[in-house]
């Protein structure tokens, strides 16, 4: 025990990298502890995305006539035996009657929706709407977001953004119009992705190189144990203007970790902050058990660079470095395609997929098993086939899948080929979509990480908007399936571009992009 209370004193130089790596090389309790709670938003996510499912469903339940107009067709719909024919309680007829809830007729419903509150019934676009304006107000964040990322850092960012979020969901208690809709929808967009992004890249830049992996498999779990905290809240909860305040109260929780944790001392070098950057690392070898002593130490950012003021650049100078390193605009502008791709399909198979049971609660937790399976192959792939492999796999996966989906084979009313294909391949696109996060996050150098992640997640938000509307701008099942093999297969062969990073450091600066992609070229070239 005193051997453990006693600083060790470090070389004369070293990276923050080489420190890390060091003290936090043996798993330790603290800080999983500490991990779990700043990946902890991730569920917050699954409960902001699919909320609208149920707060605004459409009813599709017998209902009671009003008016005389609904007694008439009532009759129309009626057998000479009495027996009334079900059609006759389709959404489809009341639309087309034009019969109005609450004066023609009304639904003695147990739970209350938007949908009918808001009078859209009969315009279900425009429930879709708000679920494609969840990821517009992502991209709005995004956008901005990245100038907070870098210069407000991670941590407070993540803050802004989980009050963001908060916030804009409690106003649902106080919802009573379509127009505050599509306001809180925004608001939950732009402060969730900004609070997800601040959190992962925070925690990336915290843990060693060997437990990146573990990190992104975590990460996918707490994601999917949004979906059973979900279909509680509103299985339980009956009236949806207080399924948005129960909402809130969960999803707070998850900031108060963010608020007692420190910057990342990489974020902290990278502005030239090097003495807090030397506090924190002491801080955390403490809870790692293995305290160093760093106050005659020459901390670095990478390998042979000391930490400056020129590394504190604006967005403005990381955007024109960008440009002048061709091998991260490269990189980059792959991965702004794959995270298009593999956010396109992952929404447009959950958005949908059809009907899987009778309720949405079932079928949400179905959605939940699918991804959980995902997130298994997910910790296998990379754990021996790397990210490069690993997504490749995935994409390739999922592009056969889709292609053996065109197989027109049907044995039951709702069971066909196609539905069993395509819900397989939310395997492959779980597994595809995750490493994203985690290979993104390691591709990009810490000046350019929050650039470039944010990014990339403006061009998923642009897919996700798309994605739930997939099914009706390709009305051809066999060309809908195309489209997303093709998809999925080119997203495979740009993926050949990147190179492996797996145990490798992570880049602190644009020029260690470089070095990388030709230390790995002269390795291929000599195997």
Same mark, same amino acid.
């Given at each position: 025990?005193?051997?453990?209370?006693?600083? #060790?004193?470090?070389?004369?130089?070293?990276?923050?990298?080489?420190?890390?790596?060091?003290?936090?090389?043996?798993?330790? /309790?603290?800080?999983?502890? *500490?991990?779990?709670?700043?990946?902890?938003?991730?569920?917050?996510?699954?409960?902001?995305?699919?909320? #609208?499912?149920?707060? %605004?469903?459409?009813?599709?339940?017998?209902?009671?006539?009003?008016?005389?107009?609904?007694?008439?067709?009532?009759?129309?719909?009626?057998?000479?035996?009495?027996?009334?024919?079900?059609?006759?309680?389709?959404?489809?007829?009341?639309?087309?009657?034009?019969? *109005?809830?609450?004066?023609?007729?009304?639904?003695?419903?147990?739970?209350?929706?938007?949908?009918?509150?808001?009078?859209?019934?009969?315009?279900?676009?425009?429930?879709?709407?708000?679920?494609?304006?969840?990821? #517009?107000?992502?991209?709005?964040?995004?956008?901005?977001?990245?100038?907070?990322?870098?210069?407000?850092?991670?941590?407070?960012?993540? *803050?802004? %953004?989980?009050?963001? $979020?908060?916030?804009?969901?409690?106003?649902?208690?106080?919802?009573?119009?379509?127009?505050?809709?599509?306001?809180?929808?925004?608001?939950?967009?732009?402060?969730?992705?900004?609070?997800?992004?601040? @959190?992962?890249?925070?925690?990336?830049?915290?843990? =060693?190189?060997?437990?990146?992996?573990?990190?992104?498999?975590?990460?996918?779990?707490?994601?999917?144990?949004?979906?059973?905290?979900?279909?509680?809240? $509103?299985?339980?909860?009956?009236?949806?203007?207080?399924?948005?305040?129960?909402?809130?109260?969960?999803?707070? /929780?998850?900031?108060?970790?963010?608020?007692?944790? =420190?910057?990342? =001392?990489?974020?902290?070098?990278?502005?030239?902050?090097? !003495? !807090?950057?030397?506090?924190?690392?002491?801080?955390?070898?403490?809870?790692?058990?293995?305290? /160093?002593?760093?106050?005659?130490?020459?901390?670095?950012?990478?390998?042979?660079?000391?930490?400056?003021?020129?590394?504190?650049?604006? *967005?403005?100078?990381?955007?024109?470095?960008?440009?002048?390193?061709?091998?991260?605009?490269?990189?980059?502008?792959?991965?702004?395609?794959?995270?298009?791709?593999?956010?396109?399909?992952?929404?447009?198979? @959950?958005?949908?997929?059809?009907?899987?049971?009778?309720?949405?609660?079932?079928?949400?937790?179905?959605?939940?098993?699918?991804?959980?399976?995902?997130?298994?192959?997910?910790?296998?792939?990379?754990?021996?086939?790397?990210?490069?492999?690993?997504?490749?796999?995935?994409?390739?996966?999922?592009?056969?899948?889709?292609?053996?989906?065109?197989?027109?084979?049907?044995?039951?009313?709702?069971?066909?080929? !196609?539905?069993?294909?395509?819900?397989?391949?939310? #395997?492959?696109?779980?597994?595809?979509?995750?490493?994203?996060?985690?290979?993104?996050?390691?591709?990009?150098?810490?000046?350019?990480?929050?650039?470039?992640?944010?990014?990339?997640?403006?061009? +998923?938000?642009?897919? +996700?908007?798309?994605?739930?509307?997939?099914?009706?701008?390709?009305?051809?099942?066999?060309?809908?399936?195309?489209?997303?093999?093709?998809?999925?297969?080119?997203?495979?062969?740009?993926?050949?571009?990147?190179?492996?990073?797996?145990?490798?450091?992570? =880049?602190?600066?644009?020029?260690?992009?470089?070095?990388?992609?030709?230390?790995?070229?002269? +390795?291929?070239?000599?195997?």
């Amino acid at each position: 025990s005193l051997k453990m209370c006693v600083s #060790v004193k470090e070389e004369k130089t070293q990276t923050v990298d080489e420190i890390i790596n060091k003290t936090g090389k043996s798993p330790n /309790i603290p800080m999983l502890v *500490i991990t779990i709670c700043a990946l902890s938003c991730a569920y917050a996510g699954t409960i902001f995305t699919y909320m #609208v499912q149920f707060t %605004g469903f459409i009813p599709n339940e017998k209902y009671t006539c009003l008016s005389q107009k609904c007694f008439d067709l009532k009759s129309h719909y009626t057998s000479k035996s009495g027996k009334i024919n079900s059609t006759f309680y389709d959404t489809a007829t009341i639309c087309e009657n034009e019969m *109005i809830h609450g004066v023609d007729f009304k639904w003695d419903l147990s739970r209350t929706t938007f949908a009918v509150d808001f009078d859209k019934i009969c315009r279900d676009s425009e429930i879709s709407l708000l679920n494609s304006l969840y990821f #517009v107000g992502a991209a709005i964040s995004l956008l901005f977001g990245s100038v907070a990322l870098e210069s407000f850092g991670r941590r407070k960012s993540s *803050i802004i %953004g989980g009050i963001i $979020c908060t916030f804009g969901t409690l106003i649902g208690l106080f919802c009573r119009s379509y127009n505050f809709m599509i306001a809180i929808r925004l608001l939950q967009g732009m402060g969730n992705f900004l609070f997800y992004t601040g @959190n992962f890249v925070w925690v990336l830049e915290f843990i =060693p190189d060997q437990y990146r992996t573990y990190c992104a498999t975590l990460s996918s779990m707490i994601w999917v144990s949004g979906y059973p905290i979900v279909v509680c809240l $509103c299985y339980f909860i009956h009236d949806w203007n207080f399924i948005f305040l129960a909402s809130a109260l969960v999803v707070s /929780i998850t900031i108060i970790p963010v608020i007692l944790l =420190p910057d990342s =001392p990489r974020y902290l070098m990278s502005i030239g902050k090097v !003495e !807090e950057a030397k506090k924190v690392l002491i801080m955390y070898s403490k809870l790692a058990k293995k305290p /160093i002593d760093l106050n005659e130490v020459d901390l670095i950012v990478g390998e042979t660079e000391n930490a400056s003021k020129e590394d504190n650049m604006s *967005i403005t100078a990381r955007i024109a470095e960008m440009g002048k390193h061709k091998a991260l605009m490269l990189e980059t502008l792959v991965q702004w395609y794959l995270w298009f791709v593999c956010c396109l399909l992952f929404f447009f198979l @959950n958005y949908g997929w059809g009907s899987f049971g009778d309720t949405p609660y079932v079928n949400y937790l179905f959605a939940a098993l699918g991804e959980t399976i995902g997130a298994a192959v997910f910790l296998f792939v990379l754990t021996f086939m790397g990210r490069k492999t690993g997504l490749m796999l995935g994409l390739v996966f999922s592009c056969l899948c889709f292609l053996l989906a065109m197989i027109p084979w049907q044995w039951t009313d709702l069971w066909s080929f !196609e539905r069993l294909m395509t819900l397989v391949s939310i #395997v492959g696109v779980t597994v595809a979509f995750t490493i994203c996060y985690l290979y993104s996050a390691e591709l990009a150098p810490t000046t350019h990480r929050g650039l470039v992640l944010s990014s990339c997640s403006i061009s +998923a938000r642009f897919a +996700a908007f798309i994605g739930p509307f997939v099914s009706d701008i390709f009305h051809s099942s066999t060309v809908k399936l195309g489209v997303n093999a093709s998809l999925a297969g080119s997203a495979a062969l740009l993926v050949l571009l990147l190179p492996e990073t797996r145990m490798l450091p992570i =880049p602190e600066q644009a020029k260690d992009v470089s070095r990388r992609r030709k230390k790995q070229r002269r +390795a291929n070239d000599g195997a």
